[in-house]
């Protein structure tokens, strides 16, 4: 935790701010601009770590600066980098949903490129033999399910293991205004959740590596030496526009904003979408006689290699002018959709498959659909798990928060 202090410490001297260490009770961010800078951004405060050292770096197509890729910005200011690390969809983000990542030689920049996606999610000790830190800097939607913030945590549990130290730098969360949904049972843990957590955590990609070092979940309880660099000008209150999309199945802000709540359909026969050019903003079945939007998925190269109901015309409804309500008044997880397409299919025994459980992070959620629970019945069933659970982020937080009244 101690080099934690010194990032942040440099980070309030470099612009004259009032910051706090995770455990203090008061924190605010001053600034003349009030633009939001990621810690990418803030070279001036990381480049003196990475002298003189041995440099990988875990990015994607979202790690920029002012434009250019990280990997780029920081081989022309002299860092000694010497192998990237790719999540799904690739170091360039070109890949497919799903699709098999291999390891490869980056055309541009001639560096090795290792995936961490499929059976290498977590780095094998010879591929970080030859280096002294590791850089993570991609940006996170926010949501339990999305892979992001698992292949984060193998990092930091391989450089624990290797004694490596470990950068995360910081970006906002377009999800970091509220906290929502089950919260994950242990006994379900898997790629597309790790831990318990809700599906809505409301933490910034930081501030989840700090919980995930502090409360012991690498394995074993091994501790990483972490540090983390913070974004600058940034609450949990603040409404943040990606500026690159994060994956090719979120290509835009209303894919973002629905994708907690339409992820769950993914563990559904029901598609939601992805083949289409409105990947998360649709839902439909062949079989439906409700809705009246139609739309058929078909392959798209880089995006989706073969969609759910390829092929067929889908019917159901576009939810593209509720992303907007979403973001005005109605932070939370919507089950209606969920709740209203189940009741309606008419062979509720195929409804679900074996996916939607890893989703929701335990049977529960299903069983209680299955039964004819309300939406408000089941919200109910949450609220202990998210009340603890709020109270164990608290601690991590760097950022001001948002009200929890209501939450």
Sequence with gaps: MQILKI?????CLTNFLSCRIPGQQEHSIVSETNKILTGAD?????????????????????????????????????????????????????????ELVSNEIDQKTSLPVISLYGSNKKPKPEQLNDIDIVIFDIQDVGARFYTYISTMAYMME??????IQMIVLDRPNPHGDYVDGPVLDSAFSSFVGLHQIPVVHGMTIGEYALMVNGEGWLKNGVQCELTVVPCLNYSHKDKYDLPVAPSPNLPNMTAIYLYPSLCFFEGTI????????????????????????VFTPTPIPGVTVHPKHEGKACYGQSLQGFAEH??????????????????????????????????????????????????????????????????????????????????
Excluded: M
Aim: proline residues 2%; charged residues 25%; negative net charge.
């Design 158 to 163: 391989a450089c624990a293991e290797n004694n």
């Design 7 to 11: 990032i942040i410490l440099l980070f």
């Design 42 to 98: 803030q070279t001036e405060i990381y480049l003196t770590l990475l002298q003189d050292q041995k440099v990988a770096i875990v990015a994607n197509q979202t790690s920029v600066i002012n434009g250019a890729h990280l990997v780029d910005s920081l081989l022309g200011l002299g860092v000694n980098v010497i192998k990237v690390f790719g999540p799904e969809h690739g170091f360039r983000g070109n890949a497919a949903d799903g």
């Design 270 to 293: 029901i598609s939601v979408g992805r083949g289409t050019e409105y990947p998360f903003q649709v839902i439909g079945h062949p079989d439906f006689s409700i809705g009246s939007f």
């Design 326 to 407: 979403i973001v005005a008044h109605d932070r939370r997880l919507h089950l209606n959709w969920l709740i209203n397409y189940f009741n309606y299919f008419k062979d509720k025994d195929v409804f679900f498959t074996s996916y939607f459980d890893k989703l929701a992070g335990s049977d529960q959620l299903r069983k209680q659909i299955e039964s004819g629970k309300t939406e408000e019945d089941i919200r109910q069933s949450w609220k202990e798990g998210l009340e603890a659970f709020k109270e164990v982020r608290k601690k991590y937080l760097l950022y001001t928060d948002f009200e929890l009244t209501g939450r």
